[in-house]
């Protein structure tokens, strides 16, 4: 059951998000992707088969991974205009760096929750002027299923290793940007550097809800049942999805496309 959770969940929100960045534009299919739906069964996995201290320790460092994702993002963005593999290149390699300097330096829960919000808050602002949204022309590009395999085997690699790396390697990993990697990859190819760095920031206004589920579940796990502790941590980044919600708004006509 666990296999299959891991198999089919992340494939299908790629899709899910895929169709929803062809109907409502970057911005909101980035926000939506930002939903622990990567992390979240990593680190039930590792609750399941390491127990929930183990687990409230890789929460709290998948939480500080959010920085390294960040890191991640602004290194794209700044780079979009090199074409896909240039950008995609520099950002795994600016992620990796973060990743190394977050193992070495690490944070208490305390302190790095209100670190992560802060960084959440000022990337936006280090991309750099944004590429022109170039609108799509023709058919959405049939490259779906591609998406959705790259997803799984992604999903399924950082899976099986993050629970052999020891609790803080274990959580900073399960926050491997798979999404990002697909989706803005692949929009990159199909929609050009506009399209992939408008659907990043939508990430970053996505990962307040990821950042809460973190913390949240981190700290439930120290005392509570990982079922109920998972249940309430999802519950509460549900909450600040559906309160960004109304910040965001309805997507208006002109960020439509028609592919991703």
């Known amino acids: ?3 299959l959770l891991k198999l089919l969940l ?5 899709a899910l998000v895929t169709l929803a960045g062809r109907r409502w534009g970057p911005a909101i299919a980035g ?6 739906i990567v992390a979240g069964p990593i680190l039930l996995a590792i609750a399941l088969e390491q127990g929930p201290a183990f687990a409230s320790v890789a929460a709290a460092n998948t ?3 959010v920085l390294a994702i960040l890191v991640f993002s602004v290194a794209y963005a700044r780079n979009a205009r090199r074409g896909m593999p240039r950008a995609m290149l520099a950002a795994l390699l600016a992620y990796a760096l973060a990743v190394a300097v ?3 330096l690490p944070l208490p829960l305390w302190a790095g929750f209100p670190a992560v919000l802060a960084g959440l808050l000022v990337a936006p602002y280090l991309f750099g002027p944004a590429p022109e949204q170039v609108p799509a022309t023709g058919k959405p590009a049939n490259d779906l299923p591609w998406r959705m395999l790259a997803g799984a085997i ?7 290793a993050a629970a052999s790396l020891g609790p803080r390697l274990s959580g ?6 798979v999404m990002s990697t697909v989706l803005v990859g692949f929009s990159h190819r199909a929609n050009g550097p506009g399209f992939a760095v408008a659907l990043l920031r939508g990430m970053i206004k996505g990962y307040f809800a990821f950042a809460v589920f973190c913390v949240t579940l981190s700290l439930l796990l120290r005392d509570q049942a990982i079922g109920a502790a998972f249940l309430l ?3 509460a980044a549900l909450l600040v999805l559906l309160v960004q919600k109304k910040w965001i708004g309805a997507p208006q006509r002109a960020s439509r496309t028609k592919a991703t």
């Not at 992340?10 to 790629?14: D, G, H, N, Q, R």
């Not at 926000?31 to 622990?36: G, R």
């Not at 992604?154 to 099986?160: A, D, F, G, Q, R």
């Open 1 to 3: 059951m666990l296999f």
């Open 10 to 14: 992340v494939p299908s929100l790629i």
């Open 31 to 36: 926000w939506l992707s930002a939903f622990p």
């Open 63 to 65: 939480l500080m991974a």
């Open 102 to 104: 977050l193992q070495a």
């Open 154 to 160: 992604l999903s399924l690699s950082v899976t099986y």
């Open 172 to 177: 900073l990993f399960a926050m491997f940007p």
């Open 233 to 235: 941590a999802t519950g």
